[in-house]
Structure formats: structure tokens, C-alpha cells
């Protein structure tokens, strides 16, 4: 390189009066530029994937009843639902990192402030193999998410 300085960033030339000036100088500056320009288009027109379903609960718990569901992207977020009349269980899992389950009494939880004072929660373990996310509760099947014949609907964000 013939530039004196380089940018703290991208290591583009900043020349100074008595630098000689390159072709090979620009042109390296131009493919940088343009590496990072496309990084940044991919990033910001990458949009998270969004799926819902549903899924029958078995009625199983514990690590030998694990639940699992199988998408076709990777899900960093996945959002149970199981909604009762009279008991409501939600689940929270961030895949590989975090789970979280709350149930509460629906009948005196007439807003979401009354809902959150009358919860109860627990953690469930939870794994993420590929596009599959499991997960079990040593609780019971309710805050598993799986009692018997019980269907759930899901929000999967990847």
C-alpha cells in the first residue's frame, strides 16, 4: 500500500499530500467497500421466519416423555400456549438458552397484572438439536405442556 494512514474500521487508504496514489489502492478499497456493503444488505433484509401450529399433548412427562417439535429453520423462539377455561399454562422457551412456564387461574385473571400476581412458574429443561427444540418438566404433564388428549398452539419465531 502506498497510503500513509487506513481507516480504524474497513483498513481503507487515507492519503496524505506527498502519498503516491494507486490504482491497486482504490481498487482494494472498492472490493472492501463493496464486501461490507452486501454484509449489510443481507443483514438487514434477512426477516425472521414466523410459524404457528398446534400439537396434541400424550399426557407424558419427565425426561423419558420429552416434548418436540421439528421446523424447517432454526426457531430462537417458541411460545406454548395451552388456554382452558379454568387453568391456562404458557411457556417461553429461547432454544438453548432459557424456558420459562407459568400457569395461572383464569377465571380471577381478568388482566394481565391479576394474571402475573396469580401465577405460578417453573423451568423446564430444554434442548435445541438442529431445527428441533425438546423439552420436559419434572412437575407434571400440565407444565409440560403435554397432558393427555390437551391440544396446544405454538408461535415458533427463527
Known amino acids: 500500500m502506498s497510503a500513509t494512514n487506513t481507516t480504524g474500521n474497513y483498513g481503507l487508504n487515507q492519503w496524505v499530500a506527498t502519498d503516491p496514489v494507486s490504482r491497486q489502492d482504490f481498487n482494494a478499497d472498492n472490493l472492501a467497500v463493496d464486501t461490507a456493503l452486501n454484509a449489510l ?31 424447517s429453520f432454526v426457531p430462537k423462539l417458541l411460545f ?4 382452558k377455561a379454568s387453568y391456562t399454562y404458557m411457556t417461553l422457551i429461547i432454544p438453548g ?5 407459568m400457569s395461572t387461574a383464569g377465571s380471577s385473571a381478568s388482566t394481565l397484572a391479576n394474571v402475573l400476581n396469580a401465577a405460578s412458574t417453573h423451568r423446564m ?10 423439552w420436559y418438566s419434572t412437575v407434571s404433564a400440565a407444565a409440560q405442556m ?4 390437551a391440544v396446544y398452539r405454538y408461535v415458533a419465531i427463527g
Open 41 to 71: 444488505n443481507a443483514a438487514v433484509n434477512t426477516r425472521a421466519t414466523i410459524v404457528t401450529g398446534t400439537y396434541t399433548g400424550s399426557g407424558g412427562y419427565g425426561s423419558a416423555s420429552q416434548n418436540s417439535l421439528t421446523f
Open 80 to 83: 406454548i400456549v395451552d388456554g
Open 97 to 101: 438458552a432459557y424456558s420459562y412456564g
Open 125 to 134: 429443561r430444554t434442548t435445541l438439536s438442529g431445527k428441533t427444540v425438546s
Open 146 to 149: 403435554n397432558s393427555g388428549d
